[in-house]
């Protein structure tokens, strides 16, 4: 019997496996694109505990736990640095944080983030 793997797990092995791809496409496309992967593979847990974040703010949340910066976001994700720092401060809002910090502190210790 075959196991279904876990939808992170799922998650980071669609998400790298088509890194060389997404660079190739449009912008706006690729944008698109990441936000389909993230909206269809979410932990069980995150969306139980947050499920006001929007699939584009989960893959932020998701880059900020793993330290990268706003202006790394910026080009990870090819949108403008308002846009980013728009998503944040949704991000932060939404989870009663003050710092961006905070916000990946309160996703750990909920379990939002695997």
């Not at 060389?20 to 847990?45: H, K, N, Q, W, Y």
Request: glycine fraction near 4%.
């Amino acid at each position: 019997m075959s196991r279904v793997p876990d939808a992170s797990i799922a998650f980071e092995v669609a998400l790298s496996s088509c890194d060389g791809a997404l660079s190739m496409l449009p912008r706006d496309t690729r944008a698109a694109v990441l936000s389909e992967i993230v909206a269809r593979f979410p932990s069980e847990a995150a969306r139980r505990a947050a499920p006001e974040l929007t699939p584009m703010q989960w893959r932020i949340l998701r880059l900020s736990a793993d330290g990268l910066t706003v202006d790394a976001i910026q080009r990870t994700l090819a949108m403008g640095l308002r846009t980013v720092n728009t998503h944040r401060t949704a991000i932060r809002e939404r989870l009663g944080a003050s710092t961006m910090a905070h916000a990946v502190h309160i996703a750990h210790r909920h379990g939002m983030l695997s």
